[in-house]
């Protein structure tokens, strides 16, 4: 499968096998997340954080936020690396499977502290 079809293949799914296929990639994402091992216990929540991720595939280099944004969204990086970026567009920091970002501005609504790529 070409990497541009990956975003397209759930769409020729069944609705009732698409929708089990994203929990079940989901709630492993929520899992490794150190930020939600808190919740292990608490079945019901985890089950709505995962019922809230939406999946969004990223080409290479695409900027997923800008430094200084004030949307309140969290991501989880469920495959593949994205870069942290200083304002010269150096790399400062490389997330990888199982990592997230973006927990400040969906809790505490602050600005984007650094650009994701």
Known sequence: ??????????????????????????????????????????????????????????????????KGDTEREMFFVSRGELRVVNDVGATVSTLSSGQYFGELALVFGVPRSAAVV
């Open 1 to 66: 499968m070409a990497f541009e079809d990956e975003g397209t293949f759930l769409r020729d799914l069944p609705e009732e096998l698409q929708g089990r296929l994203l929990y079940s990639i989901n709630y492993t994402i929520v899992q490794k997340a150190s930020l939600f091992h808190v919740f292990a216990e608490h079945e019901e929540f985890l089950q709505a954080v995962v019922l809230s991720l939406e999946p969004h595939f990223v080409v290479p280099e695409t900027e997923v936020v800008r």
